[in-house]
């Protein structure tokens, strides 16, 4: 089955800075990646996805990027603020109707004002 | 927004016991599931449900597991005799084909 790791475990980033997180899938059969934002107590939240057919996708200050032949993607947060420090999981599957998701490990990142 | 709700948000529980943990998915989805996160380790996905039916369990959604959707708005999942190693966050979520949004979650503890 698919099997996704997802790198740093943890992340310190100055406000203002970029933050990147690097995730790798292991079943070629994935076409959509999404990705979620979980603050303390509360459940994860999608807050960008991207399908196989795109490279990139860009929604204000968060980007991702997929390259399909290396199999892995990318989650870019420009500009960043202190509200965006959460747990952020990556996640693959194969885009079909009520198909499951297999996440990543997850990030913790801490943006110091 | 709509969103996805879960009850109890924790439960403590003896190990053995019956217990139930509750969803209301967004009103117009037709794919529930449940997840759950054992403390350190990845998200992992427990069973889908879709047309009042199981269309995929995984390994660890073995016979002390059940989901039900009892009426139009709720989905439940009942775990028979909990073990301690139940012991875990469970996220419910629903999807309207392909983007699934979750639930805060249920900490369920088996003591």
């Known amino acids: 089955g698919e099997n996704v790791e997802q790198h740093p475990s943890t992340l310190s980033v100055q406000e203002g800075d970029s933050a990147v997180i690097k995730c790798t899938y292991s079943?070629?059969?994935?076409?959509?990646f999404p990705w979620y934002k979980q603050e303390l107590g509360k459940g994860p939240q999608l807050i960008i996805d991207?399908?196989?057919?795109?490279g990139e996708k860009k929604d204000q200050r968060i980007a991702v990027t997929l390259n399909k032949t290396a199999k892995h993607f990318s989650l870019h947060i420009t500009e960043t603020q202190p509200e965006d420090s959460a747990v952020y999981f990556c996640?693959?599957?194969?885009?079909?109707?009520?198909?499951?998701?297999?996440f990543g490990g997850g990030t913790r990142v801490l943006v110091k004002p | 927004e709509p969103e996805v709700t879960q009850t109890p948000s924790h439960q403590v529980t003896q190990m053995g016991q019956e217990v139930i943990l509750r969803c209301v998915p967004i009103?117009?989805?037709?794919?529930f599931y449940w997840y759950r996160q054992i403390l350190g380790q990845k998200v992992e996905f427990l069973v889908s449900?879709?047309?009042?039916?199981?269309?995929?369990k995984s390994e660890i959604f073995d016979d002390q597991f059940s989901v039900e959707r009892p009426d139009g708005s709720n989905f439940t999942l009942k775990i028979r005799s909990t073990k301690l190693e139940d012991s875990a966050m469970y996220f419910c979520?629903?999807?309207?084909?392909?983007?699934?949004?979750f639930g805060q979650g249920t900490r369920l503890t088996v003591v």
């Open positions: 979520a629903s999807s309207d084909p392909y983007e699934a949004f």
């Open positions: 079943d070629s059969a994935s076409n959509y």
């Open positions: 991207i399908r196989s057919n795109v």
């Open positions: 996640a693959a599957s194969m885009e079909a109707a009520g198909n499951k998701l297999t």
């Open positions: 009103s117009n989805h037709l794919y």
């Open positions: 449900f879709y047309n009042n039916e199981i269309s995929e």
